[in-house]
Nanobody, 124 residues
Framework: QVQLVESGGGLVQAGGSLRLSCAAS????????MGWFRQAPGKEREFVAG????????DYADSVKGRFTISRDNAKSTVYLQMNSLKPEDTAVYYC?????????????????WGQGTQVTVSS
């Protein structure tokens, strides 16, 4: 079992930045590839970013490429999502997820554990 707890969400103006953190406890963090997803009101949850177990590989949704950066610190059992140049359309609940495997996946069913989410609201 892995427990995931997100933090760092909040209210920010368009163009601003936030850094989300997801702290893991339980099994060895480095066993898991990690992903960030988000769900806006009235929409399905969507993939935002993923990072491999080692941190050597990552990928992003087209909508956030060049603005968001995913990283991880296996010594701290934490994955981060640095979000810059935020837009109102980035408003959503952001979730981190863990997958048993070396590399990340793009779809929800591939992930084994989920956090409770953290709200990000970007005002125009």
């Amino acid at each position: 079992q892995v427990q995931l707890v997100e933090s760092g969400g909040g209210l920010v103006q368009a163009g601003g930045s936030l850094r989300l953190s997801c702290a893991a406890s339980g099994r060895t963090f480095s066993r898991y590839a990690m992903g960030w997803f988000r769900q806006a009101p009235g929409k399905e949850r969507e993939f935002v970013a993923g990072i491999s177990r080692s941190g050597g590989n990552s990928d992003y949704a087209d909508s956030v490429k060049g603005r968001f950066t995913i990283s991880r610190d296996n010594a701290k059992s934490t994955v981060y999502l640095q979000m810059n140049s935020l837009k109102p359309e980035d408003t959503a609940v952001y979730y981190c997820a863990a997958e048993v495997g070396s590399s990340y996946a793009y779809t929800e069913p591939s992930y084994d554990y989920w956090g409770q989410g953290t709200q990000v609201t970007v005002s125009s």
